[in-house]
């Protein structure tokens, strides 16, 4: 059984292209329980985030099902080979494996170490395997996965730091407040990346959240994404009074707030801490502002300096994450590696206990005299001798150190036992997860 991948990412199909292969618009369940029906690909799991769409399969016909995954891709997506094929990278086996693991890493994310990737890994594979469409080899490389994600958090500091312009404001919001707990935020504009830091103070659990814009509706929808509310655009500065955080993001030429105007809804000298984020370019708030006491005034540039600071540290890490994804990868191919020899293991264990059954029936006069007890105590012996004797033998042809070697190993102990006559089918024997049924179809 063979690991296959196929997918676009960031790194190699434009956001247009991403948005047409996206499975997450719909319903993800759906399409892993289609994809599960292809009779090649016996386990399947579906990710598919902002800049990625991937699907891992395990078959044993590698060729045959990266085929029916194309057709899968045009299918599902009503879209012509042509059109996404230039942009799809394909692994299998081994560089399958890697490529999951930096992902649950965050190796291979837009920026380097964000902390949701491993949760959207998580989520694919929970979505899969609620579905039963996941079976022995990708629960183990998925929960492999899991692990290697985990250690790179634990072990590096590659997701530390505020590495978006957003993150960043709220980093420096939490740096003057200490605990962003019980703040009222205003939001002045209902632009993405306005938005996006609203969202982000949001998930630090501040009281309150008003949004202004010159289009209402704009506002409106801003508000019911955040849990916030809206405040007319003439009110704004009764707003700014009461706001501890203020974030502007409008398409202004000129500035809409002066000094004189937080002044005025402020007094010279505030007793609390304002802080204004002015992410607007050209600028939303006149630099003079800042020059008012406990007025704290950031903009895009002074945002951008702690972004790049920030990767800089994360770069340091990257060669520390990626020794521990080697480390694991190598782990997990000796893991895989040895599962080709399962079938051929199987069938020796299974020739020698065969023998040691017929040799003791060979015996059953002469053991007729013998009590129940004793009796089964012979086959115990006998069974733990085989076990023994086979230990040594079978552990070395799992663990030979390449594929090559291990095939020719294996052919070698199927000749001389003369196996192949009886040789268990493949995966029999291997316990190592429970067994699996594909979701059956109308």
């Known amino acids: 059984m063979h690991l296959l991948l196929l997918g676009v990412s960031h790194r190699t199909a434009p956001v247009d292209l991403r948005e047409r292969l996206d499975f997450s618009s719909r319903d993800v369940g759906t399409a892993v329980e289609s994809l599960a029906t292809r009779s090649s690909a016996t386990e399947s799991v579906v990710l598919s985030t902002c800049n990625r769409s991937e699907i891992y399969v395990a078959s044993a016909e590698p060729p045959r099902a990266r085929e029916e995954l194309i057709a899968f891709l045009s299918d599902y ?90 993150f960043a404001a709220v980093a420096l919001a ?73 974030v502007t993001a409008t398409g202004s030429q000129r500035p809409i707030i002066t000094r004189a105007d937080v002044e005025a809804v402020t007094g010279r000298k505030r007793i609390d801490p304002l802080f204004i984020i002015d992410i607007a370019v050209p600028r939303d708030v006149d630099p003079a502002v800042g020059e008012i006491e406990q007025v704290f005034l950031y903009n895009v540039d002074d945002l951008q300096g702690i972004v790049h600071e920030n990767l800089a540290r994360r770069g340091a890490e990257i060669a520390r994450a990626e020794a521990i994804v080697a480390e694991e990868l190598a782990r997990f191919t000796s893991w895989h590696r040895s599962r080709r020899a399962i079938p051929t293991v199987v069938a020796l264990r299974q020739r020698f206990d065969d023998i040691r059954r017929a040799e003791l029936r060979r015996l059953d006069a002469k053991l007729g005299g013998l009590t129940p007890e004793a009796r089964a105590r012979i086959d115990e012996v006998t069974r733990l001798i085989v076990e023994k004797l086979l230990l040594e033998p079978t552990e070395q042809l799992k663990a030979l150190p390449d594929e090559e070697t291990q095939a020719a190993y294996t052919e070698a102990v199927n000749r001389l036992f003369r196996l192949s006559e009886d040789a268990a089918p493949p995966g029999a024997g291997d316990n190592e997860s429970a067994p699996f049924t594909k979701p059956r179809t109308g």
Request: with cysteine.
């Open 77 to 166: 997506h009503q879209l012509t080979r042509e059109a996404f094929l230039p942009h799809l990278f394909t692994h299998e086996d081994t560089p399958a494996a890697h490529h999951l693991f930096r992902v649950a890493a965050g190796l291979d994310s837009l920026v380097i170490g964000e902390p949701q990737i491993l949760g959207q890994v998580k989520d694919a594979f929970q979505a899969a395997a609620e579905r039963r469409c996941t079976g022995p080899l990708l629960s183990k490389t998925f929960h492999w996965a899991f692990g290697v994600g985990k250690r790179v958090r634990t072990e590096t500091a590659l997701g530390e730091g505020a590495v978006s312009v957003s």
């Open 174 to 246: 939490r740096k003057i407040f200490g605990r962003l707990e019980g703040r009222r935020v205003l939001v002045v504009g209902a632009g993405e990346i306005g938005a996006l830091t609203a969202q982000h103070l949001r998930s630090h659990g501040v009281a309150e959240i008003a949004i202004t814009n010159r289009t209402a509706a704009h506002a409106d929808a801003l508000a019911s994404q955040v849990a916030g509310h809206t405040v007319a655009w003439d009110d704004m500065a009764h707003a700014m009074a009461r706001a501890d955080i203020v």
